[in-house]
């Protein structure tokens, strides 16, 4: 779930990382802007928090958004989880 000063929105979350990730979304975005973003992970109850991202690139359905601000406990939720899906 993401929101900015003029859109809320729920997208599908593909190649997360440390920094950022790729969502798929059907809503128009704009590159540049800024979004607070809760990330609803499959293994965890609440979910994460990050308090700034930027759309990076968009194409088509994807945007591409990188992670400015997570509070430092959503940092280590993020890492863990990372670390725990690693291929």
Known sequence: MFSGALCIGEGLIHNLSHTGCLVEC???MLEGSY????????DTIHALI?????VRWIRAEYFGMEFLKLPTCDQARLAHFLLAHQR
């Open 50 to 54: 990050i308090e700034l991202a930027a």
């Open 35 to 42: 979004r607070a973003v809760r990330l609803l992970l499959p």
């Open 26 to 28: 059907n809503r128009s």
